[in-house]
């Protein structure tokens, strides 16, 4: 397995009571979206393992690359494509040596501090933010902004930044100017009246 590029949009399933994560999925995938990041936080592990497997068989018709939020070991399990650690999961070095060389790697910052530390340990792209305040992440860090952005990214950053928190497709045209390499969605598609037509302007904005 060659390692895969970094989509420049980035799709996030979320728990939702109406909606499954493999109809999230799978909505996504027909929609266009071609990077899925599964991201279960209330279930037990054996249900997280086999969502995965199914979501895996769901994005595989589709080229899809599945990343796994924060599960390494599930990751490892079902042959994901790689892994989304937080600033509480295992380091990503050690999440490298159980992948390989091969898996992709992203990782949490909000802070200057946070981007050069997971750039100097590998990783493949930094998800920073928020970017805004949302309902979608418990424990939420400082909000950023575009100011955030801006002052963090002025610096010596050679790995793809992820913008991720709130942003809408208006957002979009003033953040890509920031230097970012694209963004992360949950809500802005999973909670909109029509999925296909939010997604669609995502992808027309970021193409």
Known sequence: MTKLPIAKLHYLTQDLDHISHQEMAAMACSNGIR????????????????????????????????????YVDIAAS???HGVHLGKKDMPPQQARNILGPDAIIGGTANTAEDVYHLQQSGVDYIGLGPFRFTNTKEQLSPVLGLEGYRSILSGNITTPVIAIGGITPEDIPELLETGIHGIAVAGAINLAADKKVATESFLRLLD
Do not use: H, M
Request: hydrophobic share 50%; aromatic share 8%.
């Open 35 to 70: 990077w899925i990041q599964l991201r279960i936080k209330k279930q037990s592990f054996a249900a997280c393992l086999r969502i995965a497997e199914a979501v895996k068989d769901i994005c595989a018709p589709y080229g899809a690359t599945l990343i796994i939020n924060d």
């Open 78 to 80: 079902i042959g994901a």
